[in-house]
């Protein structure tokens, strides 16, 4: 499970949050983590939405 | 020291190691990094836990993809006398008599990144011949089975190599022509990965080794290797690895362990812990990175600069030190109380650092923790 994490500045959401171990992942396509975050959207889930 | 100069290799030296006209082995010698295996970031020597399904000491992955607890990984695991001229190696230990089912996957997996191995021009008819070499002990004798790919798994060089005597360090050369087909990544991605099958069912067991790149479909070595997870208690240790754009085998490439933590770093970094230090396994405030002095009740901003560029921007792991207690993920504490002040909060991640942002209450001071950075393949 994953959840959005909002810029604390620019309210942009640039970052999701991997639940299962708290690690944060940048919105990088090279990244094998948001790699792996897509992988998990694409099957169809939906992560949590960010903190207003 | 002799030098022979020609105009089809290049530079001779008198280890027969060569510099050619275009290329520079001298620079860019060894594509495997760590491959003397003695750098550890993440377990500091310490063994892995069975369930161990991904990065072990620093660049080398230990695959269990069907089901975990079959092996246990460790930097120096079982304490033998490493090869002349290493002091570390990389070993396995099999946790049970396993048979492998036709989709299960158990090897070691080292990941080149494709800016290292972009000058073998593979893909393209100047692809280059390399040459694989490496030191294997192992309790288990017989042939054993690896190969290289692409990071699609649509080209393969399914090869294999012997282990002739049990619990003797062997040093064992594969040679690689250079592949004239295929898609291969030469930027930040997989470049070429390397596999030595620890146990690999039929799924993947395919490939021939005839010392030639074929298409595959997914990872294909030979069929027949040894099973290192089949024999319970059978180990398996490598260390010396490298891969060189040669036609033969040279001496290991020797580097300073700056350079090497450095080349190490390029994919995992962690800040706040001594090398010798394993992330999240300690407590008190010793190492942990402090941010902006706040006052009360106030926020800041801190930019983190990361002492290698990553491959890309990486992901975050923090921990806090809540005062007297093991160290908690995601956490970021307050310097002055040790209490929590709450979940960590980072922006900006990039491969240069990151900022973090800090909210304190009226009785905190500044947000203190540690992090790992994690670029990896």
């Known amino acids: 499970m994953y959840k959005l994490i909002k810029d604390s500045i620019t309210n942009d959401i640039t970052i999701v949050k991997r639940l299962s171990d708290n690690a944060y992942i940048p919105f990088a396509p090279a990244n094998t983590d948001y790699q792996a975050y897509l992988k998990w959207v694409s099957e169809g889930h939906t992560p949590l939405p960010a903190d207003e | ?377």
């Open chain 2, 1 to 377: 020291m002799t030098l022979i100069v020609d105009g089809t290799s290049g530079v001779t030296f008198n280890d027969s190691s060569l510099q050619g006209a275009a290329a520079s082995p001298y620079v860019l010698k060894n594509r495997i990094i760590n491959g003397d295996m003695r750098i550890d970031q993440r377990y500091a020597g310490t063994a892995t836990a069975s369930t161990i399904n991904g990065y072990t000491i620093d660049r080398w992955v230990v695959n269990q993809n069907a089901s975990t607890g079959k092996l246990i990984a460790q930097q120096n695991q079982g304490s033998v006398t490493p090869p002349a001229g290493f002091t570390n190696y990389l070993g396995v230990t099999s946790q049970s008599a396993y048979t492998v089912g036709s989709t299960d996957w158990y090897s070691f997996q080292y990941n080149i990144e494709g800016y290292n191995v972009a000058d073998l021009a593979y893909g393209t008819a100047n692809a280059k011949t390399c040459t694989l070499s490496f030191w294997v002990r192992s309790s288990l004798t017989g042939t054993f089975a690896g190969t290289f790919g692409n990071s699609a798994s649509t080209r393969a060089y399914p090869f294999t190599y012997t282990i002739s005597a049990a619990n003797t360090w062997e040093q064992k050369t594969i040679t690689v022509y250079g592949d004239t087909s295929g898609s291969w990544n030469t930027t930040n991605g997989v470049g070429l990965y390397l596999m030595l099958s620890l146990g690999m069912g039929s799924t993947y067991t395919t490939g021939t080794a005839n010392n030639s790149w074929a298409t595959s479909t997914t990872i294909s070595i030979p069929s027949g290797g040894t099973s290192v997870v089949g024999t319970n208690g059978a180990t398996f240790y490598i260390t010396g690895v490298q891969l060189e754009q040669n036609t033969s085998a040279t001496p290991f490439e020797r580097r300073m362990i700056t350079n090497e933590i450095q080349l190490c770093q390029r994919y995992y970094e962690k800040c706040g812990w001594d090398q010798n230090s394993v992330p999240g396994s300690t407590s008190g405030y010793t190492g942990s990175i402090v941010s902006n002095f706040m006052g009360t009740a106030s926020t800041a901003f801190e930019g983190i600069n990361w002492m290698v560029i990553k491959r890309t921007a990486p992901t975050l792991t923090f921990y806090g030190s809540i005062l007297g207690a093991t160290e908690t993920l995601g956490v970021v504490v307050d310097f002055n109380s040790g209490n929590s002040l709450g979940a960590a909060s980072p922006l900006r991640i990039a491969d240069c650092g990151y900022g973090h942002f800090n909210t304190t209450t009226s009785s905190s001071y500044g947000a203190l923790y540690r992090v790992v950075a994690s670029a990896e393949l």
